[in-house]
């Protein structure tokens, strides 16, 4: 069965659709069938991936309020063993009309039992917000990947969203685990970025992921491009990093720790 990974931070800016994207090509690239739905209304990750605003094209609001199948709506993605389940302004509304709904928690969820199967990874990129949207992601992975930028207000918000995934724990989903803390955007030039990752490796202990993303020029250039940046410049530290933040993910699942409690 396929594990379920959302990567969430209500907090913009700290590179959660670059780490989708990124993480979810480098998955791909090690065999690992892999599957990013794109949960944000801006569509970020969809256009990542080259794809176009396009009016016509069914997102994932056609399966959580218009009832499509997942199955119907994945798209190829650049990668061989990549796909994408896209998103599209439309999202928006969803917050809205899924409220009335008895299940609005465990719509996504239940929409994903029958993809486990066909898939590695599924990976869930959230909006930057702890939504409806967000908590239908956290009620359906099985673990939450958080990135949090190398700047002086790091720690700002993560501790309410780890109040929500306690709540989330103890109401819908007993099972979600942190998967690992991400720390982006380094720069290793920086007293600052050396503090930050300090203070955080001192907070979080071994949920800290080892491997570190750098800031990089062609990293940041990739998704203009719609491209993962292992694919744009297979070669610069950007792709190295996501690449041995894959190995890492594996290496976890393989011993059968899976996830950092």
């Given amino acids: 069965?396929?594990?379920v990974i959302a990567i969430a931070n209500q907090k913009g800016g700290v590179g959660k659709t670059t780490t989708a994207i990124n993480l979810a090509a480098a998955l791909a690239t090690h065999d690992m069938w892999t599957l990013v739905i794109d949960c944000d209304p801006q569509g970020n990750t969809t256009s990542g991936f080259g794809f176009s605003k396009d009016p016509s094209r069914r997102s994932l609001y056609n399966s959580l309020i218009l009832d499509a199948s997942l199955e119907e709506l994945i798209l190829p993605g650049p990668v061989e063993g990549l796909h994408l389940i896209p998103s599209d302004k439309n999202l928006v509304g969803a917050n809205v009309e899924m409220v009335s709904r008895t299940d609005r928690?465990?719509?996504?969820?239940?929409?994903?039992?029958p993809l486990r199967d066909k898939f590695n990874y599924?990976?869930?990129d959230c909006p930057p917000a702890l939504d409806l949207l967000t908590l239908n992601a956290l009620v359906a992975a099985d673990s939450v990947l958080?990135?949090?930028q190398c700047e002086y207000f790091a720690l700002e918000g993560?501790?309410?969203l780890l109040d929500t995934l306690i709540r989330v724990r103890r109401a819908h989903n007993p099972k979600l685990a942190i998967e690992g803390i991400l720390l982006t955007m380094f720069d290793e030039r920086t007293n600052l970025s050396h503090q930050v990752r300090d203070d955080l490796k001192d907070f979080f202990g071994d949920q800290v992921f080892n491997t570190m993303i750098p800031r990089n020029v062609r990293l940041a250039e990739a998704p203009s491009h719609g491209k993962?940046?292992?694919i744009y410049d297979p070669e610069c530290r950007g792709s190295e990093s996501y690449l041995q933040l894959s190995k890492e993910v594996i290496s976890h699942d393989q011993k059968g720790i899976g996830t950092r409690d």
């Fill in 1 to 3: 069965m396929g594990r």
């Fill in 105 to 113: 928690e465990q719509v996504l969820r239940s929409k994903l039992v």
């Fill in 122 to 124: 599924i990976i869930l």
């Fill in 146 to 148: 958080v990135p949090i």
């Fill in 158 to 160: 993560v501790s309410e």
């Fill in 228 to 230: 993962p940046v292992i």
